[in-house]
């Protein structure tokens, strides 16, 4: 059973997402601070966290840059609740390693649909060519692994779908708001600056050169492609 668990101090909205995750057929675990946050991921190893940005004494970017420091957990994927609107605190979580955001108050129908996404996007059917081969780049789409010159590389769940959907068609122009549409799966009410963290983050992890790069190509106004 899918185990999703959910990391706010309002109990209100812990029990409005109990409620409606039990309704899916999901298992939900609870924690009402960063700690005992943490104290959860490592016990049941959950499927996907939705992660409050406002928590008592340790907070949600912190939980979450705790998480993403574990090399077992780097792949479960955070969407993260924020009252915050402020650019800002959306980069910087990106930054840190969350995938997703929504701002409270949010509709808990969206919510549903946002989680159903990443969950189908870490659960992709098996493929007949499962392995992709581009210059240095070695991506087992299966396995999810990504190799640079012949070292692992550990990516986001976004990070790894972001660069798949470049690298299937190299070549092929993306537009921010297509790579939005793509990967998201849903109609995003962030802006589309998201793509351009996620694939700063991608040319830090797979290029040689972040400022060249040779593989993730910026078509000035109009978006991105893959070029090896």
């Not at 999810?144 to 550990?154: I, S």
């Not at 976004?158 to 790579?179: I, N």
């Amino acid at each position: 059973m899918t185990t999703i668990l959910v990391v706010d101090d309002e109990e209100l909205i812990l029990e409005l997402l109990r409620f409606n995750l039990e309704k899916e057929g999901y298992l939900v675990c609870v924690a009402k601070d960063g700690q005992e946050a943490l104290e959860c991921v490592k016990k049941v190893r959950p499927d996907l966290i939705v992660l409050d940005l406002m928590l008592p004494g340790m907070d949600g970017l912190e939980v979450c840059r705790r998480i993403r420091s574990v090399q077992s957990f780097q792949q479960i994927p955070i969407i993260m609740l924020t009252a915050k609107g402020e650019e800002f605190d959306k980069v910087l979580g990106l930054e840190l390693g969350a995938d997703d955001y929504m701002t409270k108050p949010f509709s808990p129908r969206e919510l549903l649909a946002r989680i159903k996404a990443r969950l189908r996007r870490i659960n992709l059917p098996e493929e007949a060519d499962s392995l992709v081969t581009r210059g240095d780049l070695r991506i087992d789409v299966k396995e999810f692994r990504v190799y640079v010159r012949g070292a692992e590389t550990e990516l986001t769940p976004k990070e790894f779908e972001l660069l798949r959907v470049l690298v299937t068609y190299p070549g092929k122009v993306y537009s921010r708001d297509e790579l939005l549409e793509r990967i998201w799966g849903y109609e995003y009410d962030g802006d589309t600056r998201t793509v351009d963290v996620h694939v700063r983050h991608l040319r830090l992890k797979i290029e040689r050169d972040p400022s060249n790069p040779e593989y993730i190509e910026t078509l000035r106004g109009i978006g991105y492609r893959f070029k090896g």
